[in-house]
């Protein structure tokens, strides 16, 4: 009985992470938390990826450009 209990409860949390990566906080399980947690972009995985990623090489572009800028050659 506890295997299957513990079996259950794996469905359980592994149901909610998948609702959760694919629909955030805010979108899981139909929106039911919508309300306490504000609403992500509607955009996907893949793109707010890129984005994050450009956001993080334009920064490093910057500090590469201030760092060529102080050399002393």
């Given at each position: 009985?506890?295997?299957?209990?513990?079996?259950?409860?794996?469905?359980?949390?592994?149901?909610?992470?998948?609702e959760?990566?694919?629909?955030?906080?805010?979108g899981?399980?139909?929106?039911?938390?919508?309300?306490?947690f504000?609403?992500?972009?509607?955009?996907?995985?893949?793109?707010?990826?890129?984005?994050?990623?450009?956001?993080?090489?334009?920064?490093?572009?910057?500090?590469?450009?201030?760092?060529?800028?102080?050399?002393?050659?």
């Amino acid at each position: 009985m506890s295997r299957l209990i513990g079996f259950v409860l794996m469905i359980l949390a592994i149901w909610t992470g998948l609702e959760i990566y694919n629909h955030g906080l805010a979108g899981a399980f139909g929106g039911v938390l919508g309300s306490a947690f504000e609403a992500p972009a509607n955009r996907s995985t893949p793109d707010r990826a890129q984005d994050a990623f450009q956001r993080a090489y334009n920064t490093s572009e910057k500090r590469v450009d201030r760092a060529l800028e102080r050399d002393p050659d």
